[in-house]
């Protein structure tokens, strides 16, 4: 009997999901909400949010940067680009179009330049990241070129994280495997500016920023960690140690709305074998400029470059 009732409850919401014209992709919105992950309480936006991310221009800002690479410290320069998109849960990239059954995310296109010696580096992670803050990143990509090649890694948070990644080292190569869930530390940069408040803390799995783990040729997984966030008057640092890596990275943001990033540090082990050191990569905010800078495209805009010291 039970079966029964089972069995016609089914069919019942199918007939409803028929006769209500839903789109597939609607259908594939709500199977991959309910096995995606277990969903958080949704964060609700505030006027304030809403005023400062959805005035149709997005956030940039420029970073004087010391990188360590290959035990030396490099000059450069980073910036952050922060924006609100719709995102599709389904194919999980932008949105051409409005729709219910599309996804808010802020989305962070962080890209660093630097030169080692001759030959110049170039790196872009992306993270897409919802902005109700509940649940992980939906998409995480990754590039990185300089001379000797490039190199490509791709996260999509479906019923587990697929990872995807394309490298011209013989040991990583392409690659395709699933990892169970777990705390990204890319989307813990988009997270600050929606809910610094739910940042988690205390010893926990995170898997690290792409952008490190490639240049690192780590594995792409989740590592134990030793997370903190302190307060000293009108700004936040939030830290993530782990030990397995020799690695932390401590990232200064203000206390209050709109939580910008003010600069960050990162130290780990630079160099090979014996001749490897600690030292210190090190980003410090040059300029902060709100702009739709996909429409500013003329050579007479290049002045806003100058405005951001790029």
């Known amino acids: 009997m039970k079966k029964s009732i089972f069995i016609f409850s089914i069919l019942g919401v199918l007939v409803i999901i028929a006769c209500s014209n839903i789109k597939t992709d609607t259908i594939s919105k709500v199977v991959d909400d309910t096995t995606l992950e277990n969903t958080k309480p949704v964060k609700q936006l505030s006027e304030e949010f809403k005023k400062y991310w959805y005035a149709g221009e997005a956030e940039i800002t420029s970073y004087q940067l010391e990188q360590a690479r290959y035990g030396e410290m490099r000059k450069g320069t980073a910036v952050l680009i922060y924006v609100t998109e719709d995102f599709l849960p389904k194919e999980q990239v932008k949105a051409d179009n409005q729709s219910t059954s599309n996804i808010p995310v802020l989305k962070l296109n962080a890209t660093k330049k630097f030169n080692t010696g001759i030959y110049p580096y170039s ?5 897409f990241f919802p902005v109700s803050d509940d649940k992980h990143a939906i998409k995480i990509s990754s590039s990185m070129q300089e001379w000797c090649g490039h190199v490509y890694a791709q996260l999509n948070n479906r019923k587990q994280f697929e990872i995807m990644s394309h490298s011209y080292f013989q040991n990583e190569a392409d690659q395709e495997y699933k990892l169970d869930k777990a705390i990204l530390e890319n989307e813990l940069w988009a997270k600050i500016r ?3 408040e739910g940042l988690p803390q205390g010893d926990i799995q995170i898997i690290p920023s792409f952008e490190f783990t490639r240049l690192k040729h780590k594995e792409i997984k989740a590592y134990s960690a030793k997370v ?7 700004t936040n640092t939030y830290t993530i140690e782990y030990p397995e890596l020799n690695r932390s990275i401590s990232i200064v943001f203000n206390a209050s709305f709109p939580y910008d990033i003010e600069s960050w540090t990162e130290t780990f082990k630079s160099g090979f074998g014996a001749n490897a050191k600690e030292l210190t990569t090190k980003a410090s905010r040059i300029k902060s400029i709100k702009s739709p800078y996909w429409g500013k495209n003329s050579n007479k805009d290049e002045v806003l470059r100058e405005e951001l010291g790029l």
């Open 123 to 127: 790196i872009m992670q992306s993270t």
């Open 194 to 196: 929606i809910n610094p």
């Open 228 to 234: 903190s966030l302190s307060k000293s008057g009108a």
